[in-house]
């Protein structure tokens, strides 16, 4: 595992319906942007290249696996399966540097059906898959996969943490909007709690639309944008095995700008109720 990872997160003005497979030549050149700069991992939006509408078919993902390969790059890139009774997961795909697939993570949270059917772009029922997420542990660390608003349920990053996730990414289709504000801090939130990276972005659909572009670690946010474009940032690996092998201590001045150690405070006899499904929000 290398010490220092350079990722490079895509915002990109994204095409739909008709147009969706432009998304294709797109994304490749996204990569070649990273390429310049030595980019080691490429996140791209949810649902990117594609394709999310179940209207078209097309192999984005060979493509982006030469593309991978040529620049050694890792590469998560959206999209949607069937689910064989009609309706569609939502997958992400880590693509590795050797322009193999090397994991697949179809969205979990929350059970269906959810937003997809809105949008016009989109169009399809989503179903929930039942496999929880798991950490693919590369040359460049343990990366975990999420979707979108997954990163409002703090127990699957947990659950990644605990595999030994290094970075966690939470790659967002779009339409946000007001949501902004919540959404990155808990991109904040989740890199804190979970002493690891978070990377976020989206598709930018109008000129009009605001992104969460986001990457973010422990102690500080790296890099953040609402505008279509690349966000890079170099993310210290070796920093997170301090920040994780360390203890609090009451020093002044502090060397670390959040809580050290702060994941081994987990008391899973505390927690019980977590796996009761029979335990409901109280609203009384």
């Not at 050149?29 to 649902?47: I, K, Q, S, T």
């Not at 693509?95 to 399809?124: E, K, L, M």
């Not at 979707?147 to 943490?161: D, F, G, T």
């Amino acid at each position: 595992m290398i010490n220092r990872v350079r990722v490079a997160a895509i915002q990109p003005r994204s095409h739909t319906l008709g147009d969706e497979e432009r998304n294709v030549s797109d994304a490749l050149g996204w990569m070649e942007r990273a390429a310049l700069v030595d980019a080691d991992l490429v996140v791209f939006p949810e649902g990117y290249p594609g394709p999310t509408s179940p209207l078209n078919q097309y192999d984005a993902v060979s493509p982006l696996g030469v593309r991978a390969a040529e620049y050694g790059q890792h590469v998560v890139a959206g999209g949607i399966e069937p689910d064989g009774s009609g309706g569609h997961h939502v997958v992400l795909r880590l693509i590795s540097d050797s322009g193999d697939v090397a994991a697949t993570y179809r969205r979990t949270t929350p059970h269906g059906p959810y937003v997809y059917q809105d949008i016009d772009a989109w169009g399809f029922q989503y179903t929930a898959h039942d496999t929880p997420p798991a950490v693919v542990h590369t040359r460049l660390g343990g990366i975990g996969m999420l979707v979108c608003s997954e990163v409002y349920v703090p127990e699957l990053s947990r659950l990644l943490a605990l595999q030994g996730a290094d970075i966690l990414v939470y790659p967002a289709g779009g339409a946000i909007n007001e949501l902004l504000d919540s959404w990155r801090t808990l991109i904040r939130a989740r890199a804190i709690e979970n002493l690891l990276y978070t990377v976020a972005t989206q598709n930018i659909y109008d000129a009009t639309e605001k992104g969460v572009g986001t990457i973010a670690g422990p102690e500080e946010i790296l890099a953040s944008s609402d505008s279509e474009g690349m966000l890079v940032a170099d993310l210290d690996i070796q920093r997170l095995r301090y920040l994780r092998s360390e203890v609090e201590r009451i020093v002044v001045p502090k060397p670390y700008r959040t809580i050290p150690g702060v994941i081994d405070w987990r008391r899973p006899e505390l927690y019980a109720g977590l796996t009761d499904p029979a335990h409901k929000l109280k609203t009384r």
